[in-house]
């Protein structure tokens, strides 16, 4: 009888937080198995591209030459936001304002909306984001803010995906997230995601097409934003490690943590869009390591299968290699950061706040319908729930930072 075969399948030794000396063993170890096992792939999945030629293929050294990512308002373009957020009160009567109405009626830029439809544009087929800076966050209030965010996104990208499903305990479509430090007014065993700490994030993406992230405050000390193109980790494992653009290509096991009765879901990490009459060859990578490691209080479910080495190797390989491609932004007050989520992962470095200087962002997950890419048949449930029948009168724009308590196999919304 062979006892190994019978013995359960073990989670890989791998954390959420990266581990260089435990990725480079298993690299090691890894790749010195493959030599002797002859009949594992060395070539790409059918179909899929040997290398990427495009603007969003960048690295650190051409986009720093190449790219201006900053934006910086005019004069006319702050008077005329500020013209259009008159406009809107003005036809919104003496209430809160009802922000799920903006659109590009009720929020008119008759000048800067070019400027904003050609970011649009470099966000989706440019290098895929952009800042816009300039804003004069103290001379507005929280919800002029959110409100002035909210308009100059709906001439780039009008379609805005809801955060959550519950506010307050009720149902309603909850359009923004705040992204800030709760763990000095939470209880930390209620924080399972690192975007409410302070602690280092790592690379991911968000949900949805471009992620958005307006800046209230910034933190005292660190805190900068990092992006790295998907693409062109694509084409360093391409030419190094076919084996592992497989691996990104197959099933993984997807923990959602309770919110359904299986507990789990299987998808690709990585998407080959072949070339169309419409569209260009694109691939896209969607994923969040703590799905598949766990976080803080909230580990791996122990009742779904556990990931492979091949896999363990494969999710270090994106960490690693996104940090040797990586730009980092900083934030300033007032400052909106446009990113096209199926091109960049992003990641965040650790932060310090102090009593007068806290970081404080806004996130929002767009879509632009006119020049969205087509969404992977694996990705599309989860795009539905984002995007579809979102209507004005249940928009929901909070004007504190918030954190919905989990429940365990309770529905818990969009959580990312």
């Given at each position: 009888?062979?006892?190994?075969?019978?013995?359960?399948?073990?989670?890989?030794?791998?954390?959420?937080?990266?581990?260089?000396?435990?990725?480079?063993?298993?690299?090691?170890?890894?790749?010195?198995?493959?030599?002797?096992?002859?009949?594992?792939?060395?070539?790409?999945?059918?179909?899929?591209?040997?290398?990427l030629e495009s603007t969003l293929a960048w690295d650190v050294t051409s986009v720093k030459k190449e790219?201006?990512?900053?934006?910086?308002?005019?004069?006319t373009d702050v008077q005329e936001i500020d013209v259009a957020l008159k406009y809107f009160r003005s036809t919104n009567g003496n209430g809160p304002l009802q922000l799920g109405a903006i659109n590009v009626e009720t929020f008119p830029l008759p000048t800067l909306r070019n400027t904003l439809r050609h970011i649009s544009n470099e966000i989706h087929n440019g290098y895929g984001f952009k800042v816009i800076r300039g804003l004069a966050v103290q001379a507005y209030s929280t919800e002029d803010n959110?409100?002035?965010?909210?308009?100059?996104?709906?001439?780039?990208?009008?379609?805005?995906?809801r955060q959550d499903t519950i506010f307050q305990g009720k149902p309603a479509d909850v359009m923004i997230l705040h992204i800030k430090d709760l763990t000095k007014t939470m209880d930390v065993q209620n924080i399972t995601?690192?975007?409410?700490?302070?602690?280092?994030?790592?690379?991911?993406?968000?949900?949805?097409?471009?992620?958005?992230?307006?800046?209230?405050?910034?933190?005292?000390?660190?805190?900068?934003?990092?992006?790295?193109?998907?693409?062109?980790?694509?084409?360093?494992?391409?030419?190094?490690?076919?084996?592992?653009?497989?691996?990104?290509?197959?099933?993984?096991?997807?923990?959602?943590?309770?919110?359904?009765?299986?507990g789990y879901h299987l998808r690709p990490l990585l998407y080959h869009h072949r070339q169309t009459q419409t569209s260009p060859e694109r691939i896209i990578i969607q994923y969040a390591r703590r799905v598949?490691?766990?976080?803080?209080?909230?580990?791996?479910?122990?009742?779904?299968?556990?990931?492979?080495?091949?896999?363990?190797?494969?999710?270090?390989?994106?960490?690693?290699?996104?940090?040797?491609?990586?730009?980092?932004?900083?934030?300033?007050?007032?400052d909106i950061q446009y990113i096209n989520n199926?091109?960049?992962?992003?990641?965040?470095?650790?932060?310090?706040?102090?009593?007068?200087?806290?970081r404080h962002l806004i996130r929002m997950w767009l879509r632009d319908p006119a020049l969205a890419w087509p969404t992977p048949e694996a990705l599309k449930q989860g795009w539905t729930r984002l995007y579809e029948q979102v209507v004005p009168e249940k928009c929901v724009f909070p004007l504190e930072p918030f954190m919905r308590i989990p429940v365990i196999n309770k529905p818990q919304g969009i959580d990312k």
């Open positions: 009888m062979n006892t190994a075969a019978s013995e359960p399948l073990r989670q890989p030794n791998i954390s959420y937080e990266p581990n260089l000396e435990t990725y480079n063993a298993r690299r090691k170890q890894r790749y010195e198995a493959l030599q002797l096992c002859s009949t594992v792939p060395t070539t790409l999945p059918h179909g899929f591209p040997q290398r790219y201006n990512w900053v934006y910086h308002l005019t004069d959110i409100a002035i965010y909210a308009g100059l996104s709906a001439h780039l990208a009008p379609a805005r995906g995601a690192p975007a409410f700490t302070s602690e280092t994030q790592v690379f991911h993406t968000d949900s949805g097409d471009v992620v958005a992230l307006f800046a209230l405050g910034i933190a005292a000390e660190g805190g900068q934003s990092k992006l790295a193109s998907s693409w062109r980790i694509y084409n360093e494992l391409a030419a190094t490690r076919p084996d592992l653009i497989r691996t990104l290509a197959d099933s993984w096991p997807v923990d959602d943590f309770g919110k359904t009765d299986k598949f490691t766990g976080y803080r209080t909230r580990p791996r479910s122990s009742n779904i299968p556990p990931i492979t080495e091949a896999q363990a190797e494969a999710l270090d390989a994106l960490q690693f290699l996104a940090e040797e491609n990586a730009i980092s932004l900083d934030f300033q007050p007032g199926l091109s960049i992962v992003h990641a965040r470095e650790a932060y310090t706040d102090s009593p007068t200087q806290q």
